[in-house]
C-alpha cells in the first residue's frame, strides 16, 4: 500500500522567501501526483497535476517536480506572499483508481 | 459552471441514524469519487466510480454505500451511523487520469 509523507508539518516563513515543500511516496508505480492547496474550513484547490512521463509542471509563481526512482516530488513557491498562507497537500494516483493523500504541510507567510 | 456542489454542508446525526450526502458534478467527468478528512490523518478514499452504474471500493468503504444512476450524480449513503463516521466528507470529479476537483465538504458530526 502507498504511504505519502509531507515533512515539514508545519512551516513559517517572512514574505518574499522562495521555499520548496517535500512529498515523498514509497511506491513508484504511480500514473500522476497531483499538488493541492487547502484553506481553513474549505475544498482542496488543484494547483498542479505532473504526470508520471514528465519532470516538472510550472504555474505562475508555482513549480512543482517529480522524481519518480526516488519517489520524491517537490512544490517550490517563488517569492511567497501572505495569500500563499494554506495547508498544502500532494496526492498520487496508484493502480486501481486508487489516490493516497499526504497529511500536509501547513504554510504559514508572515507579512 | 459550479464545478462540484456537495449538500448538507452541515449535518449532526445521532448514532444508529442514516443519511445521503449528495454530490454533483457540472463538468462531465465520468470519474468520481468520495474522501473523508481526519484531524491529522489526511484524505481517505472511500468510494470511486468511473461512470454511470460502475463503482468500486477505496480504501476505507465499511459503513458506507453508493450508487451512481446518471454521470452527474454520486450519493455516498451512510447507514446506522456511528461516532467513528465524524469526519468532513469531500467528493471529487476527474477526466480519466486527469486532475480532481473537488467540492466545498460536508462536515458531519454524529453524537
Known amino acids: 500500500k502507498q504511504e505519502v509523507t509531507q515533512i515539514p508539518a508545519a512551516l513559517s516563513v517572512p514574505e518574499g522567501e522562495n521555499l520548496v515543500l517535500n512529498c515523498s511516496f514509497t511506491?513508484?508505480?504511480?500514473?500522476?501526483l497531483q499538488w493541492f492547496r487547502q484553506d481553513p474550513g474549505k475544498g482542496l484547490t488543484s494547483l498542479l497535476l505532473i504526470q508520471s512521463s514528465q519532470r516538472e509542471q510550472t504555474s505562475g509563481r508555482l513549480n512543482a517536480s517529480l522524481d519518480k526512482s526516488s519517489g520524491r516530488s517537490t512544490l517550490y513557491i517563488a517569492a511567497s506572499q501572505p495569500g500563499d498562507s494554506a495547508t498544502y497537500l500532494c496526492?498520487?494516483?496508484?493502480?486501481?483508481?486508487?489516490?493516497?493523500f499526504g497529511t500536509g504541510t501547513s504554510l504559514t507567510v508572515i507579512p | 459552471n459550479a464545478g462540484v456542489t456537495q449538500t448538507p454542508k452541515f449535518r449532526i446525526l445521532k448514532i444508529g441514524q442514516s443519511m445521503t450526502l449528495q454530490c454533483t458534478q457540472d463538468?462531465?467527468?465520468?470519474?468520481m469519487y468520495w474522501y473523508r478528512q481526519d484531524p491529522g490523518m489526511g484524505l481517505k478514499l472511500i468510494y470511486y466510480?468511473?461512470?454511470?452504474?460502475?463503482?468500486d471500493k477505496g480504501e476505507v468503504p465499511n459503513g458506507y454505500n453508493v450508487s451512481r444512476s446518471t454521470t452527474e450524480d454520486f450519493p455516498l449513503r451512510l447507514e446506522l451511523a456511528a461516532p467513528s463516521q465524524t469526519s468532513v466528507y469531500f467528493c471529487a470529479s476527474s477526466a480519466p487520469i486527469n486532475e480532481q476537483f473537488f467540492g466545498p465538504g460536508t462536515r458531519l458530526t454524529v453524537l
Open positions: 463538468m462531465n467527468h465520468n470519474y
Open positions: 511506491d513508484s508505480a504511480i500514473y500522476n
Open positions: 496526492a498520487s494516483r496508484n493502480t486501481g483508481n486508487q489516490f493516497y
Open positions: 466510480s468511473v461512470g454511470a452504474g460502475i463503482t
